[in-house]
Structure formats: C-alpha cells, structure tokens
C-alpha cells in the first residue's frame, strides 16, 4: 500500500469531518487535499467503478436524478456528487467519501455530473461506461466562453475515452455533432415530429446555422430554443434520428407530465414526476441511459414517475396549503423555459400569484448579467395582472426591477427587497390559499434561500 | 436596504411627439446577438413609446436589402466569433458601401464590442494575421491572448447632466480584441475601472460624427438611460426642424440599478466620487 495513497484518503476524510462539523458543505476542498497530496488518486479510486458522467448545459442534476432513481429500482447502490460539486475536486471528494482508507468500497457505479467546461480535464482521469451530454446553450459567457468552445472542449474529452457509450440529445444540432464527429456507440434521444411544435420563433437563438457549413438550418419541427428537427439543405448534416423518443404530449400540468414514450420500439405511457417540457428531455435523456446500461423498460419506466428533483431544481414545499417552488434559472434559454412554465400553469387559472427574482452576479452566477435582456420576461405580459409583487433581490435585483419595467411590468407591482427572509415571509402571507409563490433564484442565490428555506421548513442539507 | 418603487410607468402627455416615427434599423439580430445587445434595441423603443413617438423595428440580416436612408437610427451589435465569420461577407461585400456612406452623412449609429470593431480598418490576430474589415472608421484592433473580462465604468462628457452630474455609464466588457483610435475618431469616454479600449491609455470606445461605438455590453442602453435619450434626441433632431428635446421621464429604478452598480464596481477605488441618486 503506497503511504502517499493512505495519506491522502485519511487527510481528505479528516477535512470532511472537520468541514462538516463547522456546517460547511465540505465538497470540494478535501478532494483537493487528495489531489495535491497524491495526484493519482481519483484514477485510482474510479478505476474500481463503473462510472456514469453527465454533462451539458442545462438539465445535468435531474437527469442525474432519474438515472439514480433507475439504479435504485434496479437495486444497484452507488455514489453520486449530490451537491453540485461538479469539478474535479468535488468528483474527488464523491469518491473519497465513499471509499475505506484501503481505497476500496461496497459499491462499484459512480453516477457523476461533470461541469461541462471541466469535462475534457476531468476525463483523464477516469473512463467513463456512459457518457450522457444533455444540450448546449450560450451559458455565462464570461466563464464559460462561446458555446462552440465549450462543445468542442466536450469533444476533445470524448475523444479520449472510444470505449465510453454516449446518450446524446438528437434535437440539438450542437450534441449531435458529438456522434457524428466521434467513433463512439450512441443512444440518441429527442422529440418526434408531431409531438411538440411550437410556433415561437426566436431571432435570438443559439445556433440557427450550420455548425458544419454555415447555412441556415430548416426546422421539421421546433421544441424550444434551437432544439428540434433541424436538417441543412447545403450539406446535409441533420438530425439523426433517436432510439428513445417521446412521441406525444397527453398532460403537462403544475406538478408533472404525461407523455408517450418509443422506447427502442416498445411504446409506453408513462407519468413523468416534474413539470415542464424541459425535464421532458432530461427523462428522455435519463432513458437513453437506462438503455445503454441495459436496463429493463419496467425499471426504467417506474423510475421516471417516482425520481426526486434535486435541490431547488422545480423543487416544491407546502405551506399549509400554498406552495413555493423554487426554479433555478441560469442561462436565456432555462430562464424562458421556466416563464413558459408559468404561464402555462397560470393561463387558465383565475388565482393570483407571487414571483420573486433573486439575480447574484458571483462567479459560480456569472458576472455578466447581460443575459436577462435575452431572456423574452416580455412573454409573461399575458399574465401581468395575475401577479399581485414581483420582488427582486440578490446582488443585481435592481437590474432585475429595470428588465421588468422595460418588458412593460407595473413598476408600481416591483418591490426590491434585500432580506430573503422577508421576502418569503411577506410573499407566503399575501399568496391566496392552494396558491403558488415562484422563486427564481440564479445559482449563488439559490444556495443563500435554500439554507433559509430548509432551516425554516426542515428540508435536507443540500449535500444530502 | 428595500425599496418599493413608488413611480409609475410612464405615459406622456405630450401631444406634438405623437407626430413623430423613429425608424430603427437592427443589423443581423440573428446573428450579432450575444450578451443581451437586444436589449439596446428595447430600450430606444422603450423609451420613444413611453414619450407617445411612434417606433418601428426593422429587422436586417443576410441577404436582406439594406437602405440606411429608410433608418433613423442604425444598431450593430456583437456575435460569437462563428456568428461574426457569418455575416463578415455580406457586411463587407453587400452592405458594406451604404454604412459607410451612411456615418459619412452622419446617421445615428450604435455598435457594440464586434460591431464596433467590424467598422475599423482591420484586425490583426494574436498570431499576426490581419483581417480586413469595413474601414468606415480610423481604428484598428489587435487581437490579445488574454480577455478582457469584468465590469465597466466610464465616464462621457456629452451625458453630463443634473441626474447624474458625473456622465457615469456602467457596463460589461469582454474581449481580446484591443482597439486603438486614429487621429479623426474621438473615444466615447474615460475609462474609470475596467480595461476600455485597450487597457492602456485609459479610454473607451469611440465616437465619429453620430456614430457610438462601445465594448460595454450589459445591455448599454438600458443600463444608461441618458445616453439612450441622447441618441434619440440626435435621430429627431436631425429628422424633424421643429423638434426642440426630449420630455423627461421618471428613471429613478434605471437610476438606482446605475447607481448601485457604479458603487459596486468603483468601491475600491481612490478616485471614487459621490454620485448622488437622482
């Protein structure tokens, strides 16, 4: 046994112990202590896993979600970096706390979301079975760069691993390109035609053009953003067709959605356990996966309709009898999926409701806010008078009230206020009973009312 | 701190606006349409309408027949490098000589970051390739390994005014490109935290006859109401003899969003100077 190995497991146990004592998530740094006192460690740890990685722009944790609830049914234990710590000191901690000081552990899949930008590093250090790659939108572009740098840097890291089976999403012209430009196998996934057509057409879309020759694309059919049936007249590069496929949409309601599935030719009904169209792909994307892994279509059915979202992730908590749910938004294209959210849930309805917007500028957030004069906020005027406060807090809440004012919102509706505490106290007394109050919280902020929102309704730490 | 805003949205009462149209022209919204540059297009249209000036957007991309005499106020924002290599022949090519003569005649102009350099002579990569672009402009980029990224504020002498006696304007750069001006171009303004131009000689953008150009994304004009009215008022002057200014408007959550920011941004700084909310 190498003494450096030993060191650095007890070193990076004891930082978890003690970080976890002083109430400090304790995700990233012990798995730093390991690399720095023994670079090799995660390739050793994971060599004994079977590993599944996700990443992507949008989607990565639910879909994350509902793969584990598969390995459950499947009765198949794992790990998984439940916190968001996506990196690679936080994928080190992941194993780190799951193995002995001998580096060996009772359980033997790792089901790991990857930063995707972090993907092409974190690969080289351990050999992916699956590899699922959700989508990719324009996302902070400060951090992150042009989306065709991140998928490229994506690229580069599964071209490292030719063993590893891809999932990828069909609908989005950007990841699809993974298959035809690698030798790996894949599972594709994606909409059918006559599923879903919307007939919003977005001038701001992430990739109208030909990520091969440059030419406009042609659309079968649109989903959201650039997502759909794309195909190029010049070169021919089009959308490849998916072994899993939601054929039809029968239900999309507050809480879930109802869709029919074509699962490798068998087709099946089946109840999804969170709303909204976008965590229909990431269910799509979960299945692919049970695919590639082989498992039955009852496990991988049943998990679907009983997965639970991660944190702040649509999550939802009783009060009495209103609701708050709160919606993580980070980029122009989740931020206008989750307004489409709303306003379908809200179109109908004759109850009014509260919504707050909490906009940080740290760099997990971004420092550019520039992004929610992409988002369409202009698509909610339909329900305007339904909104009893919009309240905008957070570092740039105030670049929030003037979005608002400039998508027509009643500035006399917009309250800015910094305590999140008073927020949710306020916003929850003047919610009408069975009503909702809507947090959409950017990432930093997200943590900040999470801890808030757990403390005062006993929900579990996020690392849990 | 909290606030409710106890302002209204604002509806003019000024009849003789109503006669007015400002035609806005947005070059490639399709493709120069990164970091929330639409957000300039909705803030001129914004703020005409809340003064009863009638708008109209003309949405102009590839292919499509661009003639500047039909605009009041022409938009070019920046893309994604891909998306630039796009429209770079139609813009040089098909649209080039109307935008040339077009800022000659001094038609309003706002172009941003990609936009801004695509009217300089040329750009010259990190590894000594040189690009040509349009040349309507005495300006030249050098492109840089390292991004100038982060916040941006600066200050226009031409946006001074009682509601901010400073001509602050607060932004978001990100670039490698450093821009360098020749003797006919004026910079918009001077640089007080952020990178600007170049990083070196402490200005930003750059201003020829009523043509704006500027690195500041975040979007520009929404975060800085003045300068919006500013170039408003220059496309109604020019159009209309009998237009006089602008009524004002009540901006006091753009104000506060400004004002927040430019403490945020300039709180380390020794120069730092009070700015009083309006």
Not at chain 1, 155 to 160: A, E, P, V, W
Not at chain 1, 442 to 461: G, H, P, Q, S, V
Not at chain 2, 89 to 101: H, P, R, T, V
Request: proline fraction near 3%.
């Amino acid at each position: 046994m190498k003494f450096r190995f030993v060191l650095a497991i007890i070193a990076a146990k004891a930082a978890i112990i003690f970080l976890r004592m002083i109430n400090y998530g304790g995700t990233s740094l012990p798995g730093k202590i390991a690399l720095l006192i023994y670079p090799g460690i995660l390739k050793e740890l994971s060599s004994s896993f079977k590993v599944i990685a996700i990443t992507g722009t949008n989607g990565k944790t639910t879909t994350s979600r509902v793969i584990a609830q598969m390995l459950k049914e499947n009765g198949i234990g794992y790990i998984a970096n439940k916190s968001g710590a996506n990196l690679l000191n936080g994928i080190t901690t992941t194993f780190i706390e799951a193995v002995n000081i001998k580096g060996t552990s009772n359980v033997s899949t790792a089901l790991l979301e990857m930063d995707e930008a972090a993907f092409n590093k974190i690969i080289e250090h351990l050999e992916p079975h699956v590899t699922v790659v959700t989508n990719f939108f324009r996302d902070q572009l400060d951090r992150y760069g042009e989306v065709y740098s991140t998928l490229n840097s994506v690229l580069t890291g599964i071209r490292k691993t030719p063993g590893s089976a891809l999932v990828l999403n069909a609908d989005d012209s950007l990841c699809a390109s993974l298959g035809k430009d690698s030798g790996n196998k894949v599972v594709y996934y994606g909409f059918s035609p006559s599923a879903w057509n919307s007939t919003e057409n977005t001038l701001n879309n992430d990739a109208a053009f030909c990520l091969y020759c440059k030419a406009p694309y042609d659309y079968e059919n649109r989903v959201y953003g650039h997502l759909g049936g794309f195909i190029c007249r010049d070169c021919g590069y089009r959308h490849p067709g998916s072994t899993v496929t939601c054929t039809g949409i029968e239900e999309l309601n507050a809480n879930h959605s109802r869709v029919k599935l074509d699962l490798d030719g068998t087709t099946v009904d089946t109840v999804i356990n969170l709303p909204a169209i976008y965590n229909i792909y990431n269910a799509l994307a979960g299945c692919a996966c049970g695919i590639a892994m082989g498992f039955s279509h009852d496990s991988i059915i049943k998990a679907l309709s009983e997965f639970e979202p991660g944190f702040g992730r649509m999550e939802k908590i009783k009060k009495d009898d209103k609701s708050i749910r709160v919606i993580l938004i980070k980029n122009p294209t989740g931020f206008n999926q989750v307004l489409d959210y709303i306003l379908n849930e809200n179109n109908d309805e004759n109850k009014s409701f509260n919504i707050a917007f909490l906009i940080n500028d740290n760099a997990a957030d971004g420092r550019d806010i520039s992004w929610l004069w992409d988002v369409n906020i202009e698509k909610l005027g339909k329900i305007y008078d339904k909104i009893i406060t919009a309240y905008v807090s957070g570092t740039r809440g105030p670049d929030m009230a003037v979005r608002l004012k400039y998508a027509d919102f009643d500035t006399k509706k917009i309250k800015h206020v910094e305590d999140y505490n008073r927020i949710i106290n306020e916003a929850l007394e003047t919610t009408p009973g069975n009503g909702t109050f809507y947090i959409l919280p950017t990432y930093t902020a997200m943590l900040d009312i999470r801890y808030i929102l757990k403390n005062k309704f006993k929900l579990k730490e996020f690392w849990e | 701190m909290d606030n409710t805003y106890n302002t209204y949205n604002t509806h003019s009462t000024h009849n003789t606006y109503s006669a007015y149209t400002i035609n806005i022209c947005y070059l490639y919204p399709d493709l120069l349409n990164s970091y929330g540059d639409r957000g300039n297009v909705i803030a001129l249209k914004k703020r005409c309408e809340w003064r009863n000036i009638q708008v109209n957007i003309h949405n102009i991309s590839i292919g499509d027949d661009f003639v500047p005499g039909n605009y009041d106020i022409i938009f070019l924002g920046g893309g994604q490098d891909y998306e630039q290599e796009i429209i770079k022949e139609d813009l040089l090519a098909c649209k080039g000589g109307q935008i040339k003569n077009a800022i000659e005649q001094g038609k309003v102009f706002l172009c941003i970051c990609g936009g801004y350099q695509l009217l300089g002579k040329y750009y010259r990569t990190w590894d000594g390739r040189e690009m040509g672009f349009l040349g309507a402009l005495d300006i030249y980029t050098i492109g840089h390994k390292k991004r100038m990224i982060g916040n941006l504020a600066f200050k226009c002498d031409f946006l001074l005014s009682e509601k901010n006696p400073g001509g602050i304007v607060v932004g978001f750069e990100n670039h490698s490109g450093k821009t360098y001006l020749g003797p006919g171009v004026k910079p918009l303004g001077k640089v007080i935290k952020g990178h600007g131009n170049n990083g070196e000689d402490g200005f930003e953008g750059a201003v020829y006859k009523n043509t704006y150009c500027s690195y500041s994304h975040g979007s520009l004009l929404p975060k800085n109401p003045m300068f919006t009215d500013h170039l408003i008022s220059l496309a109604l002057k020019q159009k209309y003899n009998d237009f006089d200014c602008l009524e004002k408007l009540d901006d006091s959550i753009e104000m506060n969003a400004l004002f927040k920011t430019y403490r945020k941004v300039c709180k380390n700084l020794r120069n730092f100077y009070s700015f009083p909310l309006a």
